[in-house]
């Protein structure tokens, strides 16, 4: 072989290699439920002195049907969505706020994540990928879902109940060497700002449900909450949780 | 000269299991989908001979950079929960019997670690791939430098932080032409080793 044609091998064999590299390399994110549809946002406007505190109570959080401790990191993603709405003068989660005197809205959240990792899939993509000496990297994507169910129970402060829904899905398909926890976080990032942005459209809507003059403020009386236990889902888990269920007001 | 790499790996079993009954701080590694592993293994060839026709008694130190991602997160049940891991691996070994000579390949390798008591992961792996060595021709075993080598074997990974962990193992090696040329009787060999990761 002369030198010329084993250069020009040579020159080959790298571009596959820098091609394979390259194309081995992305990753990009398909979300399956697309954001509500801006023209639907509809501005209201409220006054200064119509506006309530919110106090995020309770945060419940599961994935893939497991429960699951809620971050302080998404506690404050949650808040500063809704503070961005504009509609209450304040917000605090229930750990921070002090017993909220006046007109006040309470919020429950329940977040419901389902993963799908793909696993097996990935195992056997990852074998072929591997006996390939890492050739069909660029020709065959792994993925990694992500979908989110939110629900957000807002309680006036005379009791009435709003309650919210909200779901995103997306697809994190990468190649082999694109994959990066940081990748997942988008994905996660994504599908959370889509549900947090659906729900802030259906909650702005109800804007005058939520102006102080909306309602009176009840009389302080005798408040009760109901105490009992949380039949689990679970069949292992033996002790019985305890929660405090919507609080109601007695009659006088 | 086989007795102190054992002795040697005893040492290091002895210093682990030691150091993990001092701590009492819970260390437990975050490993997700995309996390990555650079690790460097180093340990002692043995042989190990199946037959009668195997007479080599090759042995050597042998050092194993490498690289693997996570690509699951855990599944599995009870005791067989882990994660899957896909890599490549750079061997190369230095043959210090019969002949001063060496051997470097190449190899995509998989890992199935399994979750274990959270700083404590044990792990199987198996690899293969291309290896050229200068032993061939000067063994009865092995005719041609163009070789495959084979390896599976299992360990234990100890964090001592959330991304540094201490690995010991045991490998067995097979070497061989694939029938490429003859004779191809194949190498087979015996390695403990130990060794740092780093994950990211």
């Known amino acids: 072989m002369n030198p010329t044609s084993s250069l020009r091998c040579l020159a080959l064999a790298c571009c596959g290699v820098i091609l394979i590299t390259i194309?081995?390399?992305?990753?990009?994110?398909?979300?399956?439920?697309?954001?509500?549809?801006?023209?639907e946002q509809a501005s209201q406007v409220i006054a200064r002195d119509e506006q309530v505190p919110l106090i995020l109570d309770r945060i419940h959080t599961s994935r893939n049907g497991s429960p699951q401790n809620p971050s302080s990191e998404s506690e404050q993603r949650i808040l500063s969505s809704l503070a961005d709405i504009g509609l209450f003068s304040h917000l605090a989660s229930a750990n921070a706020a002090a017993e909220a005197v006046g007109k006040t809205v309470r919020a429950k959240l329940r977040v419901d994540e389902a993963i799908d990792p793909h696993a097996g899939g990935a195992a056997?993509?990852?074998?072929?990928?591997?006996?390939?000496?890492y050739i069909l990297t660029p020709f065959l994507p792994l993925e990694y879902d992500y979908s989110a169910h939110l629900t957000l129970e807002l309680e006036r402060w005379d009791g009435e109940i709003k309650r919210y829904e909200s779901q995103a899905a997306g697809t994190a398909r990468y190649h082999l060497f694109g994959a990066t926890p940081i990748m997942i976080d988008e994905l996660k990032g994504h599908v959370t700002e889509t549900c947090l942005t659906e729900l802030a459209r259906q909650i702005v809507k109800d804007t005058t449900f939520f102006s102080a003059s909306s309602a009176p403020l009840f009389e302080p009386g005798?408040?009760?909450?109901?105490?009992?236990?949380?039949?689990s889902s679970t069949t292992s888990s033996a002790a019985p949780a305890i929660t405090v269920v919507a609080p109601a007001r007695m009659a006088p | 000269m086989t007795r102190s790499p054992y002795a040697a790996l005893i040492t290091i079993v002895s210093i682990l299991f030691l150091s993990i009954t001092c701590q009492a701080e819970e260390i437990v590694p975050h490993l997700t989908v995309g996390s990555q592993e650079i690790s460097l293994s180093a340990g002692y060839l043995l042989p190990v001979r199946l037959t009668d026709d195997h007479s080599t008694k090759q042995s050597g130190p042998a050092f194993m950079p490498s690289w693997t991602m996570v690509l699951t997160d855990p599944v599995g049940w009870r005791w067989l929960r882990g994660q899957l891991m896909l890599g490549a691996e750079i061997v190369y070994i230095q043959f210090q019997e019969p002949e001063l000579t060496h051997g470097v390949g190449f190899t995509p390798k998989i890992k199935w670690m399994f979750e274990g008591t959270?700083?404590?992961?044990?792990?199987?792996?198996?690899?293969?791939?291309?290896?050229y060595t200068d032993l061939a021709g000067q063994i009865p075993e092995e005719s041609a430098r163009f070789n495959f080598i084979l390896t599976a074997g299992g360990g234990l990974s100890w964090f001592f932080t959330p991304q540094w962990s201490f690995n010991v193992?045991?490998?067995?090696h097979h070497i061989s032409n694939a029938g490429t040329r003859?004779?191809?009787?194949?190498?087979n060999s015996g390695l403990p080793f130990g060794g740092f990761s780093f994950y990211f």
Do not use: Q
């Open chain 1, 23 to 39: 194309g081995g390399c992305s990753h990009w994110i398909e979300m399956t439920s697309p954001p509500a549809d801006t023209n």
């Open chain 1, 124 to 133: 056997l993509k990852g074998i072929v990928i591997g006996a390939s000496m």
């Open chain 1, 222 to 231: 005798i408040r009760t909450v109901s105490v009992k236990s949380r039949a």
């Open chain 2, 118 to 131: 959270g700083r404590l992961r044990p792990y199987i792996e198996f690899a293969g791939g291309p290896f």
């Open chain 2, 169 to 172: 193992g045991f490998r067995f």
């Open chain 2, 182 to 187: 003859y004779p191809n009787l194949g190498l």
